[in-house]
């Protein structure tokens, strides 16, 4: 019986329901345009945003940071499943070149009907609990900005 033990720290899963169908949310994930304008934490400024939608393709952003330091995130989709599901690679470079290691991203979509959906962010592989906790903050962030953002378009 092979049985797989994760470190502690490697997995970060946050849940959230949006008053959006299942279809809308899944769009604004997968659509440059709509994602150029969610897709960073809360208080970041996105500058940049690049998406190739499907397994094999590459995704690119940069934000300027609240101190005015520029990141890049970047990865390759591994799935995309609509409208239920994306898996992408994760990879972090700050401004001082710093190249954090690739992590993984899973979301999934839940339709629960009357048109809500609960999403669920999946991000495992990190090396350490800070970097996981680094991610926490940038993902809460980013998923209230989100949440705004499908609910008032």
């Given amino acids: 019986m092979n049985v797989?033990?994760?470190?502690?720290?490697?997995?970060?899963?946050?849940?959230?329901?949006?008053?959006?169908?299942?279809?809308?949310?899944?769009?604004?994930?997968?659509?440059?345009?709509?994602?150029?304008?969610?897709w960073v934490p809360r208080d970041f400024t996105p500058l940049s945003c690049e998406m190739d939608v499907r397994p094999g393709g590459i995704?690119?952003?940069?934000?300027?940071?609240?101190?005015?330091?520029?990141?890049?995130?970047?990865?390759?989709?591994?799935?995309v499943a609509a409208p239920e599901r994306l898996v992408f690679t994760y990879i972090t470079e700050n401004a001082a070149g710093v190249i954090d290691p690739e992590t993984l991203v899973s979301v999934t979509l839940a339709d629960l009907g009357g048109g809500r959906t609960r999403l669920t962010l999946w991000h495992t592989a990190f090396e350490t609990e800070i970097s996981r906790d680094d991610h926490r903050?940038?993902?809460?962030?980013?998923?209230?900005?989100?949440a705004d953002f499908i609910e008032k378009t």
Avoid at 60 to 77: Q, T, W
Wanted: charged residues 30%; proline residues 5%.
């Fill in 4 to 38: 797989m033990v994760k470190p502690a720290g490697t997995e970060l899963v946050l849940t959230r329901e949006l008053k959006a169908p299942r279809e809308r949310v899944f769009a604004a994930w997968i659509d440059v345009e709509q994602a150029s304008l969610w």
């Fill in 59 to 79: 995704w690119r952003r940069r934000m300027r940071s609240p101190n005015g330091d520029v990141i890049l995130k970047h990865g390759v989709y591994r799935e």
């Fill in 137 to 146: 903050g940038g993902w809460t962030g980013c998923l209230e900005r989100f």
